[in-house]
């Protein structure tokens, strides 16, 4: 990226996050203060109208804010209307004896349901995943692009298969995903590199077929390009969540692990994959 072009980037995002921020600043102010808020901007102070005034701005903010993280222009709409609405909502609730009626409550409470059920639809159409994916270059990991999730498979010594969930990002032809360094499936990895991989639910529920693949553990600038392809796949997840409890169990279970996780061909089993060295599959058998 040019000079300028990171310039007109940090223009854009620092904008933003500020007129976010602001938007979520005054619409708190409305909903908390709302006389105050009268006071400063010398406007005749309404309650009901105030309430509704903070209620849109924080609607407009958090739509502000959704939309530096989350590609989806849609369901950033939906996610910052449906903020607007509900707290208008509560509005017509707390402020139903200055006026309105029992039904303007019930005609609200039913466009904020429908807007998160719509929401929701969005998500499920999405795969869940809200941030930036790149594309796969290769048809192995086209169905992984959108794919939140995948079951990664390791072997113990004995050969004896262990499964756990593990958040997935596609960067062209490359996989990548991130775990502990004591882990017991970079354990295994460390001693033996063939998985097995499939999709899967949150909760490791297979949803799709399996197949072979090898991982390789990356340091230096393949180790930060994997963090930071994750943490815009996963803005919340892999960009505060996931961090945050690293950092608190880094003491038990030592530092992140970021890898490349790479498809083998196919037919080819997890005990034979392709770009694994005839030695090391002889060690790895002998362990």
């Not at 310039?7 to 203060?33: E, K, M, N, P, Q």
């Not at 719509?118 to 869940?128: H, I, K, S, T, W």
């Not at 958040?167 to 295994?188: C, L, M, N, P, T």
Request: with cysteine; charged share 15%; glycine share 8%.
């Amino acid at each position: 990226m040019s000079n300028s072009g990171a310039l007109a980037r940090i223009y854009l995002v620092a904008v933003t996050a500020l007129t976010g921020a602001t938007f979520i600043g005054i619409g708190i102010w409305c909903l908390v203060d709302p006389a105050s808020f009268a006071e400063v901007v010398q406007f005749p102070a309404h309650l009901h109208f105030l309430h509704d005034v903070g209620a849109f701005q924080l609607g407009l903010g958090v739509a502000l804010l959704l939309a530096l993280i989350w590609a989806d222009s849609l369901a950033t709409a939906l996610a910052g209307f449906a903020v607007a609405n509900t707290v208008h909502t509560v509005n017509h609730v707390v402020d139903l004896e200055l006026g309105g009626s029992t039904l303007q409550v019930w005609l609200l409470a039913a466009i904020s349901a429908q807007l998160v059920i719509a929401f929701v639809l969005r998500l499920r159409q999405l795969g869940y995943v809200l941030g930036r994916v790149k594309p796969a270059t290769t048809a192995t990991l086209v169905p992984f692009v959108r794919q939140k999730t995948i079951n990664l498979t390791t072997f113990r010594k004995d050969g004896t298969p262990g499964t756990s969930p593990v958040s997935i990002v596609v960067d062209g032809d490359r996989a990548y995903f991130r775990s502990f360094e004591r882990a017991i499936k970079v354990r295994r990895i460390r001693r033996n590199p063939n998985v097995e991989f499939g999709p899967a639910t949150g909760s490791g529920k297979s949803t799709g077929p399996v197949q072979a693949g090898t991982v390789r553990l990356l340091e230096g600038a393949e180790y930060r390009k994997a963090a930071r392809l994750l943490r815009r796949k996963y803005p919340l997840l892999h960009g505060i969540a996931v961090p945050t409890a690293h950092r608190l169990m880094r003491s038990k279970y030592g530092r992140t692990v970021h890898a490349e996780l790479i498809p083998s061909a196919p037919g080819q089993s997890a005990s034979h994959p392709a770009g694994v060295d005839s030695a090391l599959r002889a060690e790895a058998s002998r362990t």
